[in-house]
């Protein structure tokens, strides 16, 4: 019984807690059912396993995507869903799907033939550190297996996804800006400090500038 624990207990299907020590991989899938995705840590041995999984049916207007299109927004709602866990840090994103690595790893720009929504979501990524590998899908259990699953549930809306898009966008924007080594009230004190700009904000708090250049 107890070899028989320890034998689970090291299998990669049992999860792990989060370590902010340890490497961090990020693998994400997509089929026509459900979009799945899979955090986990890489150990020294090179063995990984779930910190946490995730999965959610596709909206009405999401099912008639490509598939590359499928793929590649598997990837953001990855990235979206473990944000607290892998911004500011470096992470492996893993997908099964060849043609994203030239979207969202390549280092020379977005290609060309790239849709327009494919370059939204690469300047998403832009926000964060990553490298992007191939991994094929016979190497891909969790995430494929997660993509397959039917919910239950209905698919979300379209305005409510909408919504929580937004909302997760102002969280980060106000996260970085929170994070920024210049304030606003920094930026007051060296402009009542400086003559030059004393003068600039006296003029556009009056509106009394001067007809001709000193």
């Known amino acids: 019984m107890r070899r028989r624990f320890r034998t689970r207990q090291e299998s990669a299907l049992f999860g792990t807690h989060y370590n902010p020590s340890l490497p961090i991989v990020i693998a994400a899938d997509a089929s026509d059912y459900a979009k799945g995705a899979v955090i986990s840590h890489r150990y020294p ?3 990984e396993k779930a910190v946490y999984h995730a999965s959610r049916s596709p909206t009405a207007a ?10 590649g ?10 944000h607290r866990y892998i911004y500011g840090r470096h992470f492996t994103l893993l997908t099964d799907h060849k ?8 280092k020379k720009g977005v290609p060309a033939y790239s849709a327009n929504r494919l370059q939204r979501w690469r300047l998403t990524l832009l926000a964060y550190d990553f490298d992007i590998e191939y991994r094929s899908t016979t190497n891909f259990r969790q ?11 209905s698919p979300p809306k379209e305005d409510v996804t909408i919504a929580k898009i937004a909302r997760d966008v102002n969280a980060i924007f106000h996260d ?3 994070r920024l080594p210049v304030t606003a009230e920094d930026v007051a004190r060296a402009t009542s400090e400086d003559d030059c700009l ?3 904000l006296d003029h556009v708090v009056h ?6 250049p000193s």
């Open 45 to 47: 041995d090179g063995t």
């Open 198 to 200: 004393r003068q600039v």
């Open 73 to 82: 927004l598997a990837l953001i709602y990855a990235v979206c869903k473990f």
């Open 143 to 153: 995430a494929d297996a997660l993509s397959r699953l039917i919910s239950a549930q």
């Open 62 to 71: 999401e099912k008639n995507y490509g598939q590359i299109e499928k793929e």
């Open 99 to 106: 043609p994203l690595l030239a979207i969202f790893g390549s």
């Open 176 to 178: 970085n800006a929170s």
């Open 207 to 212: 509106n009394n500038w001067p007809k001709k």
